[in-house]
Nanobody, 130 residues
Framework: QVQLVESGGGLVQVGGSLRLSCAPS????????MGWFRQAPGKEREFVAT????????AYADSVKGRFTLSRDNAKNTVYLQMNSLKPEGTAVYYC???????????????????????WGQGTQVTVSS
């Protein structure tokens, strides 16, 4: 069974920064794309960012472009979501998700959809205080 282990959430003031990490544990799993989604209280889960393992290609939600950076360290099989200039609307539970190799050619933009991911972490709380 594949488990995704997230870390790095916490409380930060408006304009501050946090870095989230996510790594698979359990059986060996070579993910194709790793994404982050978030869910604020009373709202639906939404896409934040995703990265392709092989090329490092990324895609971001418009709401975080220019402030969040997603990177990967393949040697550690870990992805990092660097979040800068955090806003109060960034308060949410952040979920890491992993997608296996697709059956057909896909672009990174395809992985903005939650349905493309087979494995999900438990979530880590990020609270941005004003």
């Amino acid at each position: 069974q594949v488990q995704l282990v997230e870390s790095g959430g916490g409380l930060v003031q408006v304009g501050g920064s946090l870095r989230l990490s996510c790594a698979p544990s359990g059986r060996t799993f070579s993910w194709y794309a790793m994404g982050w989604f978030r869910q604020a209280p009373g709202k639906e889960r939404e896409f934040v960012a995703t990265i392709k393992r092989t090329t490092g290609s990324t895609a971001y939600a418009d709401s975080v472009k220019g402030r969040f950076t997603l990177s990967r360290d393949n040697a550690k099989n870990t992805v990092y979501l660097q979040m800068n200039s955090l806003k109060p609307e960034g308060t949410a539970v952040y979920y890491c998700a992993a997608a296996p190799t697709p059956a057909y050619a896909s672009s990174i933009s395809d992985f903005t959809q939650a349905s493309r991911y087979d494995y999900w972490g438990q979530g880590t709380q990020v609270t941005v205080s004003s």
